[in-house]
């Protein structure tokens, strides 16, 4: 169909949908509702071709103001007529005074102008108008008998009409040409309505079988058909959506999604689907009970025609709400406990800090010399309240990084002082349970973009966790270099090793492998949680590779340029830790996890 046939038959198409509209709601039967449209159509369209016949044969024996007067009683006339119907419902007396006021003005067109004139022809359009509504033979005899009337009226008004009456012209042929144009359309109209709307393929029928309201639309968006399910969906008659605009029923947010979607059926697309809020009657009676139901539509092109397909999204937006609802009470949850956290965190810290300070002053013998047995007490004292602050800094730590509030400021440093530096701290630790220590850094390693501070926690936590799982005469080693445009710490023991089972919960806060070696190593299992965080916000990477009694190998693999997507002021980062994603991978009966 080329775009003008296209046009044309869009603008016939609405031309019927206007007319629909002004049927009565009241008006349920379908072929009753045919019939009155079809009225309705010919009451509003005769004025316009009887006018230039009554221009041309009585033009020129009235005065214009006489003249104008006959033209606007036959368009208030015809016109009326269409409006008694639509608003009644009724069209048996309507009828009747519309062949007549036919009849009357064929008597004085043949009258003025004589059986000679083209003019003439129309009073065969009596007969066949009447047939035109009913599709009936007692109504084409009753336009008949009444065509044959006015021709015998017209007899009688010849000798003081046509007498004065215009000679014909050219013009004499517009009302007929314009009257056989319009019977060359309906005719032309209802062959294609015939051929696309086979009984199969009916909206009412297509909506019955998919159990779902449907609308017939224009390219447009005007709506030419509506489906009962339709009607009852927007709170309204379905007769009284006819002839109206999609877009008033659409909410004006929404109204460039369905514009789209008919855009993209214009361009040779058969099917585009789209969530809208449609404007429906609201639940109770009254006036002003108006809401934006929210509904899943789906526009269908097939064989020329557009049906859009409505499914109520109601019970999905409820789900919507309710998962938004738990997310949100799941964030203020975890919030609480992120606040509730840091809170006690920072209220331990600060008595905490005072009793390993009164106890370091009675150990170094200020307050007076102590006994053996009160300097092992207050030694137990000053270890414990050392071993909790650092419970206590880690859990604010993690609490941080979980909520997203821990910044790092990466700057360009040497990793060679900051591995000394470690070494240096663990030294100690490693030489009191008899663990050799070894540390090497390869002569590619330069300086490398990252929070030092962050950089040394990572290695300090990956050491004394080798170290608290080596029994004695093992060793632990921590080996720095350099590939491409990243750098590695690898931390490797010869400790007790992890099973492929319990890798999985490594990195989680709170948790400790738990079988009956691990049990009697103290920790908070906070350890390893905050270096995955650490490496997280670094942009890098956590490997471990562990079998039982083989020992434990953790690498971790940072930017040499630092994090590409976070800035160097240190700003509150987004929460990496449950988004983690850790894989598991064995390898020679050595288990690999990365994070």
Known sequence: MSSAAARSDAWLAGIEAGCERLV???????????????FIGIA??????????LIETVGGLLSAYALMAGLCATFALSWILAATVAATGQRAFAEIAAVGLLALAAAVILG???????????????????????????????????????????????????SQGPAASVWSWLAPALYLATIVVRFSRARDTESKSAPAHTIETVADMLGIPALRLTDSGEVIDASAKAGALFGIPSGLLAGRS?????????????????????GDGSRCAAELRLRVAGNDDSAKAERFLPVAAEFVMADGALTMFVHDNSNLEGLRAELEEARQSVDSTEVAKNRFLAAVSHELRTPLNAIIGFSDMMLSDISGELTGRQREHVGV??????????????????????????????????????????????????ESKGISMT?????????LVADRRAVQQIMINLLSNAIKFTPEGGSVSLDVYRLGGTMSFVVADTGIGIAESDLGRLGRPFTQVDNDIT???EGAGLGLSLVKGLVALHEGELAIESAPGDGTTVTVTLPVAGPGRREANGAAIERLMPHIEMGLKEEHETVRKTA
């Open 24 to 38: 009565h709601p009241r008006v349920t039967d379908a072929a009753e509702r045919e019939r009155q449209r079809r």
């Open 44 to 53: 509003l369209a005769a004025p316009f071709i009887i006018a230039p016949a």
């Open 112 to 162: 003025a102008g004589g059986a000679g004139h083209p003019a003439a022809l129309l009073a065969c359009g009596i007969a066949f108008e009447s047939w035109w509504i009913d599709r009936s033979r007692r109504r084409f005899a009753f336009g008949a008998a009444t065509a044959a009337v006015a021709i015998t009226a017209s007899f009688a008004l010849a000798p003081s009409l046509a």
């Open 246 to 266: 999609i877009f008033e029923r659409v909410h004006v947010a929404d109204r460039v999604v369905v514009m789209n979607a008919l855009s993209a059926l214009k």
């Open 381 to 430: 004292i000053s270890e414990a309240g050392r071993h909790l602050l650092s419970v206590v800094n880690a859990i604010l730590d993690v609490s941080k990084i979980e909520s997203g509030a821990y910044a790092i400021s990466p700057e360009p440093f040497q990793p060679n002082d900051a591995v000394e530096l470690c070494r240096s701290m663990m030294a100690h630790q490693a």
């Open 439 to 447: 540390v090497c850094t390869r002569p590619d390693v330069s300086e």
């Open 519 to 521: 049990r009697r190593f």
